[in-house]
């Protein structure tokens, strides 16, 4: 375990399905970020909070919704979904500003398979 | 916008040889360079540059970065076929925030 909970670790969904990701880190982190990752493609990042606050959004459709309840919680909630955006979804988390030499430390993922 | 090219896109070796990894960037308010192993799905880190010319060393890995000629190399000896997964670059720039931007990886299989 890398510290950084992700669930669930797989998820099929139909395109009319409401469904959320949920993330938790128990690092004393204070950012958190989604990333895609799509077959032959490289990591692509969707959201980022600092302290809670949403700072990036990476001109993602409005059908992913991230909420930031705490610095230690995020959940991604996903809604009419495309299979297109069958991927698998990492969440990590960060020390912002005085990160010191560990850099972003990642979940395992979320499978997310569209039907 | 920034950029991150790695090179090769697949490197098959056998076990004991040793191999380098490439890394090229652009990027404007470098802040860091970053090399994650990624085996199954959690990308695990493994070293962070943000200085030219300082190696940067665990076990059997090192890493350098050139900031001057905007590329890092991943050097891997005697490897093992634990070693076998897609190492991934990514370069972190700032702009008030951090942002990371992936390469596409480098898949590494290490034959027994």
């Known amino acids: 375990e890398t510290g950084v909970t992700q669930t669930p670790r797989h998820l099929v969904m139909g395109m009319t399905n409401k469904k959320s990701l949920k993330c938790e880190q128990h690092l004393g982190h204070n950012a958190m970020y989604w990333y895609k990752q799509s077959a032959k493609k490289p990591l692509e990042l969707m959201f980022v909070y600092n302290f809670k606050e949403q700072t990036e959004n990476n001109s993602v459709p409005s059908r992913f919704s991230p909420e930031c309840p705490n610095s230690s919680h995020l959940f991604l909630h996903l809604h009419t979904l495309q299979p297109e955006d069958s991927a698998l979804y990492l969440c990590?988390?960060?020390?912002?500003?005085?990160?010191?030499?560990?850099?972003?430390?990642f979940g395992s993922g979320t499978r997310l398979t569209v039907v | 916008e920034d950029k991150v090219v790695q090179s090769p896109l697949s490197l098959v070796v056998h076990e004991g040889d040793t191999v380098t990894l490439n890394c090229s960037y652009e990027?404007?308010?470098?802040?860091?360079l970053l090399w994650y192993k990624q085996e199954k799905k959690a990308p695990t880190f493994l070293f962070m540059l943000?200085?030219?010319?300082i190696e940067k060393k665990s076990g059997r890995l090192s890493s350098i970065l050139d900031k001057k000629e905007l590329f890092s190399i991943l050097n891997i000896t005697a490897t093992q076929t634990g070693d076998s997964a897609v190492y991934l670059c990514?370069?972190?720039?700032?702009?008030?925030?951090?942002?990371?931007?992936f390469g596409t990886g480098t898949r590494l299989t290490i034959i027994p």
């Open positions: 990027v404007t308010n470098f802040r860091s």
């Open positions: 990590a988390s960060s020390q912002y500003f005085d990160r010191g030499m560990d850099g972003y430390t």
């Open positions: 990514a370069v972190e720039a700032y702009f008030g925030n951090e942002k990371l931007t």
């Open positions: 943000t200085s030219s010319g």
